[in-house]
């Protein structure tokens, strides 16, 4: 039942986003969100190691890791995971709602699959541009995408490569 009334709330913020969604010239990007799952001690590692590469152009970077169901919820910072949810489907993780308001020039979502609490983030997000890789049930709720497969760095590598080849 939570899962149906976080969907709905999804459709609404989804509809009454009225963001504007535009690419920012790579030489003018100053914030970017990095939104991702973990899943293993690697892939977090690879997606971690290119933030600090963003960070050494100068461009601010946070991120949020989604922790699945089986997680357990954490008290880490800038975590959320699906026990963020009540039973009536409202989100609760202050961290994750401070995420979603956050006017990033780009948030770089690293997932394939289909989580009804990433979709809610990415409906309700603030974000100018969203991006990830396509053919994922999550290109619906993304604006610049890559069709690729291999390790998250490459396909990360390959979507800020894009971002410099926009303008």
């Known amino acids: 039942m939570k899962i ?7 459709r609404k913020l989804l509809k009454d986003n009225k963001t504007v969604r535009c690419s920012t010239h790579a ?35 946070k991120t949020l ?10 008290q880490e910072r800038n975590v959320c995971s699906d026990k963020d949810v009540s039973f009536w489907g409202i989100f609760n993780n202050p961290d ?29 997000s603030k974000a100018k541009c969203r991006a990830g890789q396509a053919n994922t049930p999550l290109e619906p709720y993304l604006d610049l995408m890559v069709s690729m497969e291999g ?8 979507l800020r490569d894009l971002v410099r080849k926009l303008h």
């Open 4 to 10: 149906a009334l976080l969907n709905r709330a999804t």
């Open 27 to 61: 030489d003018r990007v100053k914030s970017t969100g990095i939104l991702f799952t973990a899943v293993d001690g690697p892939r977090r590692s690879e997606i971690l190691r290119f933030s600090e590469e963003l960070q050494r152009d100068g461009i601010a970077v």
């Open 65 to 74: 890791e989604f922790k699945s169901r089986t997680a357990g919820k954490s």
């Open 96 to 124: 994750a709602q401070r995420f979603m308001e956050q006017e990033f020039d780009y948030l770089f979502v690293a997932e394939r699959e289909d989580y009804p609490l990433i979709r809610h983030i990415l409906a309700g």
């Open 151 to 158: 390790s998250w760095s490459d396909i990360l590598h390959a």
